[in-house]
Nanobody, 126 residues
Framework: QVQLVESGGGLVQPGGSLRLSCATS???????IGWFRQAPGKEREGVNCISAGNAVTTYVGSVEGRFTISKDNAKNTVYLHINTLKPEDTAVYSC????????????????????WGQGTQVTVSS
């Protein structure tokens, strides 16, 4: 059974940091994993992705230099390190695997992704 389980969200003050985790039930040696977020009242957007070969794709420019994606193949876990959090980063963050478990990162369009976690809430507020 394909499972992705996110954790690590919470309430953080502006300027703070978080590390989100995405634990998967399958090996990351043969699948890319992407992070997405959906803010209240907005469409879900791709944040970034890490390929099976550790190539990183960033889908939204506003996270450049603040969000870092990494993974531990031995733990089947992908991480999203978020620094210098802003109120506009408030959203439900979800991880996903692409259709056919592609080893490469597809575009950030949700239609390219088939397997999703339940999401973890990140709230940035003072």
């Amino acid at each position: 059974q394909v499972q992705l389980v996110e954790s690590g969200g919470g309430l953080v003050q502006p300027g703070g940091s978080l590390r989100l985790s995405c634990a998967t039930s399958f090996t990351l040696e043969y699948s890319a994993i992407g992070w997405f977020r959906q803010a209240p009242g907005k469409e879900r957007e791709g944040v970034n992705c890490i390929s099976a070969g550790n190539a990183v794709t960033t889908y939204v420019g506003s996270v450049e230099g603040r969000f870092t994606i990494s993974k531990d193949n031995a733990k089947n876990t992908v991480y999203l390190h978020i620094n210098t959090l802003k109120p506009e980063d408030t959203a439900v963050y979800s991880c996903a695997a692409p259709k056919d478990f592609s080893i490469y990162c597809p575009s950030g369009s949700a239609s390219n992704w088939a397997y999703w976690g339940q999401g973890t809430q990140v709230t940035v507020s003072s």
